[in-house]
């Protein structure tokens, strides 16, 4: 043995024990690939290898040696084995290294080779003193998960430490020598078909023919753990199985041991040795029951089976069966006895055992149990965690919550009110001093002296190791249950919210690990240091960093940030490095790495896996905060580093936005992850592929951070280390993804640069040593195979040595700096952040990125329906207008072509929408502007196209309505006067006949008489059937009655007394005179209602003249529209709660003023339209006819100038005026203007620009108080802008009576070409139905101009061309005469309303601020603004000094502050629990966001005013100067 470790170099190790310490550091040969040249190489590769996970460890050789063919079949066959001097074999190099190292290095060891899947020592043999040894404290950190079937829970499964698991022992050992290879086929029997493993080291491995020289006696353990799944588990149970390397006549000791401990031994023998007595005896107990193994039967076995009366049925021969066949029959026999057979033992229960037979325990040691008795006697007291940690750890948990909270609150000063910030702090310094003074008051609780004297001893790592295991099988208690079901419900945030914070909660408060004591330890000492320097307390707890200091060399880990208090403890920091210092002297320097990612990506794996650090993992407890640990650098790579330490910090996963928001952890994951960045050298940012999409939201924050790091002049490298990514060729199909990530990286820095105001940062790479080519390593899932029986992926282990390799290549480029800069860079950092106001909403500005895109696209698509659907509904209502005008209307009535268009209207809408949808869906699937972050948003735009359809389909409805209802009144109004004028026509024609008959020639004068005598006669005849006036105000009221019908009884009394609507609508409407309102009155409340009330009433008004100006008889749509327009406007002001008895008195004011508006439209119209008047305005025609017919003059010119005057003109003015409107609002929308008409956020910005360059308080007063006036308003003088300029109104009116001559000359040239026309009757009605889409013409004045007369159809074709061209110049001289405003008057529907629609939105306003909705499409689920106020500015006052609120809604909603008005009936109301008042709005809480610099200016520049205006008193302005150009420029605007 001794020339054994001679020739492996390990001679001096055998006596001075390897430490883990000295495997973990980082030297020349661990991160180098040279390949072993001689055994003292060998152990140092296994070590690495195994270190590294490398499935590959136990092949180790020299590269020296060439490999001689070797037959062999046997591994334990001493003929067969090769006795090679320059090679050993594996196992004898396992034993070697196990022999040579402390207790903690081998506990690492066995954890490593566990997860390998490799078989570990359970006895371990010592050839020099004939020891045995078991492995008991070794093995104790080895947990197992696993799923038996037994398990009455399908999903349920087992985790514990496997030395305390009770399971069934099989072992396998040999008898002689056999033919067939007892570990190879082991291997197999313990392997499914598709997932072999070599647990077991064999002869066909490389180097396993190697003759074994300490090895022999080794017995090896390994477990069969079932996943749960029937297709891929061996055995549906666990089990142990022990392998015992060597003959059993040689290895009494260990033989002996086996058969006590097993319920089966598996004897492979040699048919010669069957009768040894060390088969005899065993065969003869009930347990373990035998089984023998051999290659073949024969007489010899047969005769001393009979003689030993050995059971033939446990004898399995191979014989000529194959390997699969034989495996399977071990497998039955194997199953059937542990079915049989309730025997289960623990390694715990084996050291006893081990004990009897003289066999030594590893833990026996006289260090190991006296620490194992100071952690039982903490241990022991712990009955309930939670009342343990309160008891025995009193100085963390609600006391350190509350100092972390003042510390931060004495930086922000988030609840200074309206205190003097002086007195604030004292105040804030005055409670940290109390609770210091609790904490001192406090006597250092039994659990932490024991504590504390424990670490002081030189047992102090078993100490730790024992509290942890203890510690940690508590937990497995209680947390893997609670871990699996958080797991579960966090698949559905949304759904399982208040469960998800209640399980966090409670894995936090059970979790207990050594981390708890050290922090107690952390906040004795701060306490103490608050006292006086000579204080005796403080004297006492001085020595504490030093303990701390030296567990820190001796590897474990330092909490840097306390997880659950979100604070790091500067002075005790501070005590510790200190000290640290002092005892590394000059080899101080340090370079840092740092991981981050998210919860359960394999952060700690990967750390541990590449440098060993032993960090917690997240199946024993919950890891909170940021841990550092530090490293060693070897003498041989200090110079090439450039350091003495590499500190590794392994943070806590950060949390999804969506868990995030459950416990308000976006600001303790943005302070973590922007300190962590701040002290790395090396950021390695870990993404686990299921977890990309919520990495995404975590990559904003450390974005953030990198860039706070380089604007105080740290750029550091970031590795993007992209786990669970298995194909080869990741690295190259990847490109696109690196390319498309780091495009994503540079728009989340622009978006933070803009958030922090940095925007001279636009990439990524501006604040980051970030290379596309070598910053991404793609690293395969860590196992290979399904868990628990899968060993570690090679490709795993590989990849992330890679990894390690790149990180030491790129520490070779940085400065270290020592542990005082370290440790002042982490103090002001820390700082830093506490004073930092973090934008925690980090998302809000990628989402509001987002949302606008998606609004200004969606505007569009909802703009190109409108614009189709106005100009349909145009054609549908002329068509109903010319309604049998001009063609024979018998087979169809004007409601059937109503029935038609509507039908058609349908049609057209579903299209449009459907087109919306696929629009929608389509800007979805191409996912460009980042649509991943509002995908919660599709379903409301969806909506609003359904809404769209549905307002489009009324809109369109009530105009045809309203088109069929005037076509009905007119059809019997044309029908008389053509009566009238058909009478005439024939009296005029006898009385020509007449005329000629007679010889001589009559003068005019006579003829002018001859005509008069004959009308006079003819109008005394004619019948007077002109329209009924009827009664417009009672139907009116009638109206008012049915739209208040569903209103109840106490309604219909009141309406009841009303008996006209004469005394109603006279003068200005009062909003508050009586009690309308259901609580008590406020200035600003009357302000509202009456401001809401003149604004409806002046639209009422509109609504009126507009109808007066149309010259159409009154029809019961004018009353129902106008009452949809109360009812809209109040629906809308809900939150108002405005009674009925109001909206009583507002309908009649307003049905009052109509009804009279309309009684005088109705008169006009039987006026106008009153057939013997329209008789008489046709005399002078019928008189130049008769003249003209009698002189057989040429009336084509005269027909031609009538048409144009009479019917083409009036037809083209009106075609102006209708569609000039959508013509102007379109301009506005694609032109020029988009950028203020684009989208609703573009207009508002728009607005506070106009706003700012005005710079009066009056404005802004009218903006905000009266926003609706305001805008339209602002509107208006939009439009009359633009179209003032450059003459463009005119050129607008030019180019559409262009288009629209353009088709009257191509009807009039048809007409003409058309051989069938050969009069001008049927000429011009053929020239009115070639326009009927596009002009409404006048049928009486059509069937005038068609009668008595002589022209010819060519003849009046050239004259109505000439007509037509004077119309034309005679129009664009009129449009250049008339004023904008008169023309705008003139107009049916206004630009500034179908503006008005799309820029306006909901209209609501921020209940407290006065923001207006942002959101976008008409049917949003909730309110919101990307952007609050200053509250004041929404007349908010805090209630005691009456000074205006400068605090924004986001961060009042997250405070613990209240606030009263109407709505809470004057009561205080938390405003955390606002949408209980105000639930259609949604105000994302956020402490962080200041108003804008535009707010913020706003209220500095206009305080007083706003005071004065609002009855409060100024407000206190907190933030320093900000100029009008800073108010400007955070309006953002290019």
């Known amino acids: 043995m001794k020339k054994l470790l001679e020739n492996l170099g390990l001679a001096e190790c055998y006596g001075k024990k390897l430490t883990l310490h000295r495997v973990l550091q980082i030297n020349k040969k661990s991160v180098t690939d040279v390949p072993a040249q001689s055994l003292s190489d060998l152990p140092w590769l296994f070590l690495k290898r195994l270190m590294l996970l490398q499935r590959t460890a136990r092949i180790v050789k020299c590269s020296s040696i060439d490999e001689a063919e070797v037959s062999g079949w046997d591994d334990d066959q001493d003929s067969a084995e090769s006795d090679c001097p320059q090679s050993v074999n594996p196992l004898d190099v396992l034993t070697a290294v196990f022999l040579c190292s402390d207790s903690f290095l081998q506990q690492e060891m066995i954890m490593k080779m566990s997860m390998c899947q490799f078989a570990i020592p359970l006895l371990l043999p010592n050839s020099d003193n004939n020891q045995i040894t078991l492995m008991l404290w070794a093995m104790r950190d080895i947990v197992k998960k696993y799923r038996p079937h037994s398990l009455s829970d399908p999903t349920g499964f087992v985790e514990e430490r496997i030395v305390l698991s009770k399971l069934p022992l099989v072992s396998f050992v040999r008898l002689g020598r056999c033919n067939i290879s007892k570990s190879e086929i082991l291997n197999k029997v313990l392997s499914n078909s598709q997932q072999y493993t070599d647990t077991f080291v064999h002869f066909n491995m490389s180097c396993g023919n190697i003759k074994k020289k300490i090895s022999n006696g080794l017995v090896e353990l390994a477990w069969y753990l079932p996943c749960g799944n029937e297709n891929i588990d061996v055995f549906p149970e666990p089990i142990a199985i022990a392998n015992l390397r060597g003959d059993i006549q040689d290895f009494e000791t260990q033989f002996s041991f086996l058969c006590e401990a097993s319920t089966a031994v598996f004897v492979f023998f040699e048919s010669q040795f069957l009768d040894t007595q060390l088969i005899s005896v065993p065969s003869q107990k009930p347990t373990p029951q035998l089984f023998f193994v051999g290659d073949s039967n024969n007489n010899s076995i047969k005769a001393t089976v009979d003689k030993l009366n050995l059971k033939k049925s446990n004898f399995i021969f191979k014989a000529s069966q194959n390997d699969a066949d034989f495996i399977h029959k071990i497998q039955s026999k194997l199953q059937d006895t542990i079915n049989n057979n309730n025997h289960k033992t623990s390694v715990v229960r084996l050291a006893e055992i081990a004990r009897n037979l003289g066999i030594s325990v590893d833990e026996d040691g006289e260090g190991c149990q006296c620490a194992k008795k100071s952690a039982d006697e903490i241990t022991s007291k712990i009955k309930d965690i939670v009342q343990f940690k309160k008891e025995e750890l009193p100085l963390q948990g609600e006391i350190l919550m509350k100092l972390a909270k003042l510390e931060k609150e004495e930086c922000r000063l988030k609840n200074i009110d309206d205190k003097k910030i002086d007195d604030y702090k004292n105040e804030l310094q005055m409670q940290k001093k109390k609770l210091r003074e609790e904490q001192c008051s406090k006597d250092m609780s039994p659990t932490m002296s024991c504590f504390i004297s424990a670490i002081s001893t030189p047992e102090r790592a078993y100490f730790l190791k024992w509290l942890r295991i203890t510690l940690e099988n508590r937990s497995h208690e209680i947390l893997p249950k609670l871990r699996e079901q958080y797991k579960q419900k966090c698949k559905d945030v949304c759904g399982n919210k208040a469960e998800i914070a209640e399980l966090d909660k409670k894995i936090s408060n059970s979790s207990l690990g050594v981390e708890h004591f050290i922090r107690e330890m952390s906040q004795l000492y701060e306490a103490a240091v608050s006292l006086p320097e000579d204080a005796l307390y403080r004297k006492q707890l001085e020595t504490l960093p030093r303990l701390c200091a030296e567990l820190l060399l001796d590897g474990f880990s330092l909490e840097l940030v306390d997880g659950d208090s979100s604070n790091i403890p500067a002075k005790w920091l501070s005590g510790v490095f200190s000290e640290l210092n002092t005892r590394v002297e000059s080899k101080n320097r340090i370079k840092v790495l740092t991981v981050l990612g998210v919860q359960s990506s394999g952060k700690s794996t990967l750390l541990n896996t590449m440098f060993g650090v032993q960090f917690a993992v997240s199946s024993g407890r919950c890891t909170r905060g940021a841990f550092m640990q530090l490293i060693k650098v070897a003498d041989d790579r200090q110079a090439e580093l450039k350091c003495d330490y590499i500190v590794i910090i392994d943070t806590e996963g950060l949390k999804s936005p969506e868990l995030a928001q459950l416990d308000n952890s976006y600001e303790h994951d943005n302070e973590l992850a922007t300190l962590v960045v701040g002290l790395s050298d090396v950021t390695i940012v870990n993404i686990a592929m299921e977890n990309s999409t919520e990495m995404k939201d975590i990559l904003q924050i450390i974005v953030h951070a990198f860039l706070r790091m380089k604007e105080i002049g740290k750029k550091h490298t970031c590795l993007f280390v992209h786990q669970n990514v298995a194909d080869v060729s990741a690295h190259d199909s990847n490109m696109r993804d690196r390319k498309f990530l780091l495009e994503q ?288 105000r009672t139907r009116v009221l009638r109206h008012l009655m049915i739209n208040l019908e569903s209103r109840g009884s106490s309604m219909a009394q009141r309406l009841d007394e009303v008996k006209d609507l004469n005394s109603h609508g006279h003068g200005k409407f009062i909003a508050y005179k009586g009690n309308f309102i259901s609580k008590r009155v406020h200035a600003k409340w009357i302000k509202t209602v009456q401001e809401m009330s003149d604004n409806l009433i002046s639209d009422c008004q509109k609504f009126a003249k507009l109808k007066r100006q149309s010259k159409d008889d009154y029809d019961d749509t004018y009353i129902r529209e106008i009452l949809n327009m109360i009812d809209e406007k109040l629906k809308a002001h809900e939150d108002l709660e405005l009674k009925e008895d109001f909206e009583l008195t507002l309908k009649l004011h307003i049905c009052g003023f109509a009804s009279r508006a309309f009684q005088e439209i109705h008169n006009q119209f039987i006026k106008e339209n009153n057939p013997r008047t329209a008789l008489e305005n046709f005399k002078q025609t019928y008189r130049s006819d008769f003249i003209d017919l009698y002189r057989e003059r040429d009336q084509c010119q005269r027909k031609a100038d009538e048409f144009m005057r009479n019917c083409l003109e009036p037809a083209l003015e009106r075609c102006i005026s209708e569609n000039l409107s959508m013509k102007m609002a379109d301009k506005m929308v694609t032109g020029e203007n988009i950028a203020v008409f684009g989208s609703r956020t573009t207009f508002q910005i728009s607005i506070l620009k106009n706003l700012l360059d005005e710079s009066k308080f009056e404005t802004y007063l009218y903006f905000i108080s009266s926003y609706e006036t305001f805008v339209k308003a602002f509107i208006l003088d939009k439009i009359k802008k633009h179209f003032s300029a450059e003459n463009r109104m005119v050129t607008m009116e030019e180019n559409l009576v262009n288009e629209v001559i353009s088709e009257i000359k191509q009807a009039i040239e048809k007409a003409e070409r058309d051989p069938k026309i050969n009069d001008i009757k049927v000429f011009f009605e053929n020239i009115c139905s070639e326009l009927a889409k596009r002009l409404v013409f006048p049928k009486d004045a059509v069937d005038k101009i068609s009668t008595l007369n002589n022209a010819n159809p060519q003849k009046i074709a050239e004259c109505l061309q000439c007509s037509v061209m004077d119309m034309d110049k005679s129009l664009k001289a009129s449009f250049q005469a008339r004023d904008f405003q008169s023309k705008i008057d003139c107009l049916q529907t206004k630009p500034q309303d179908l503006l008005f629609k799309r820029v306006h939105g909901c209209g609501k306003q921020c209940p407290f601020c006065k923001a207006p909705c942002e959101a976008g499409g008409d049917a949003h689920t909730k309110h919101f603004v990307s952007m609050h106020r200053p509250e004041g500015l929404g007349r908010c006052r805090w209630d005691d000094s009456k000074k205006l609120v400068t605090d924004i809604c986001s961060s009042s909603v997250c405070s613990n502050s209240r606030f009263k008005c109407q709505d809470t009936k004057d009561q205080w109301h938390p405003y955390k629990e606002y949408s209980k008042i105000y639930p259609d709005w949604r105000i994302d809480p956020d402490p962080s966001i200041e108003a804008s610099a535009y707010w913020k200016y706003v209220m500095a520049e206009f305080n007083t005013q706003f005071a004065e205006e609002y009855k409060a008193k100024p407000a206190e302005i907190t933030w320093g100067e900000i100029t009008k150009e800073d108010a400007e420029k955070s309006l953002n605007i290019n």
């Not at 790149?806 to 542990?819: D, L, P, R």
């Not at 002042?824 to 909403?841: G, M």
């Open 745 to 1032: 990286l540079d728009e989340m820095t622009q978006a933070a640069a803009k958030m922090e105001n940095k925007q001279k940062f636009s990439k990524f790479t501006h604040v980051m040593n970030y290379d596309t080519v070598t910053g991404d390593h793609y690293i395969p899932g860590l196992w290979h195979g399904n868990p628990p029986m899968a060993p570690v992926s090679i490709g795993y282990s590989e990849s992330v040595y890679d990894l390690k390799k790149h990180i030491m290549e790129i520490f070779k480029g940085y400065e270290s700096y020592n542990i005082n800069e370290f440790l002042k860079w982490t103090k002001d950092l820390w700082t830093a952040v506490k004073y930092e106001k973090f934008i925690f909403s980090f998302r809000n500005s990628l989402v509001a990125d987002a949302y606008m895109k998606l609004c200004t696209e969606y505007n569009r698509w909802d703009w190109t329906l409108r614009k189709q659907m106005h100009t349909w509904a145009l054609e549908a209502e002329t068509k109903i207008l010319n309604h049998g005008k001009f063609e024979t209307s018998e087979k169809c009535s004007v409601e059937d072509v109503r029935y038609r268009l509507l039908q058609e209207t349908e049609d057209k809408l579903s299209e449009g929408q459907n087109e919306i949808n696929d629009k929608i869906k389509s800007y979805y699937e191409q996912g460009e502007g980042h649509v991943e972050l509002v995908e919660n948003y599709r379903h409301d735009f969806i909506n609003s196209a359904m809404s769209l359809k549905k307002e489009l389909s009324n809109s369109v409805r009530s105009k045809l309505d309203a088109a069929v209802s005037r076509r009905n009144g007119m059809i019997k109004v044309e029908g008389i006067k053509k009566t009238y004028m058909d009478t005439m026509e024939e009296k005029v024609l006898k009385l020509l006949k007449k005329c000629r008959e007679k010889k001589s020639d009559m003068s005019d004068s006579m003829l002018d008489e001859a005509f008069e005598n004959m009308w006079q006669e003819t109008v005394r005849t004619l019948p007077d059937t002109g329209l009924e006036h009827q009664d417009i």
